[in-house]
């Protein structure tokens, strides 16, 4: 089992930034994807971004430029650093976590609020 623990949600102004980690725990033999989802109030989870294990990052097209995602595998953690945050970026933000090619977890979100 893996655990996923995410940390740094919180309420910033419009044209802020806020930075986001999520540690992993737990008993495995490798991480491989790992990614922040994002689920707006009364709409779906969608993907923000991923990072894979060598640590090749994509992104949604709607945070490109602004976000950063980042790695550390020698302390199993994930960051999505968000500049110029929008109030349309308002979502619980998801860690996720493939392990050994064939478990995903998640964490278990951290609310994100962007105030106009």
């Known amino acids: 089992q893996v655990q996923l623990v995410e940390s740094g949600g919180g309420l910033v102004q419009a044209g802020g930034s806020r930075r986001l980690s999520c540690a992993a725990s737990g008993i495995f033999f490798s991480i491989n994807t790992m990614a922040w989802y994002r689920q707006p109030p009364g709409k779906q989870r969608e993907l923000v971004a991923t990072i894979t294990s060598g640590g090749v990052p994509d992104y949604t097209d709607s945070v490109k430029g602004r976000f950063t995602i980042s790695r550390d595998n020698a302390k199993n953690t994930v960051d999505l650093q968000m500049n110029s945050l929008k109030p349309e970026d308002t979502a619980v933000y998801y860690c996720?976590?493939?392990?050994?090619?064939?478990?995903?977890?998640w964490g278990q979100g951290t609310q994100v609020t962007v105030s106009s």
């Open positions: 996720y976590a493939r392990v050994d090619y064939s478990k995903n977890f």
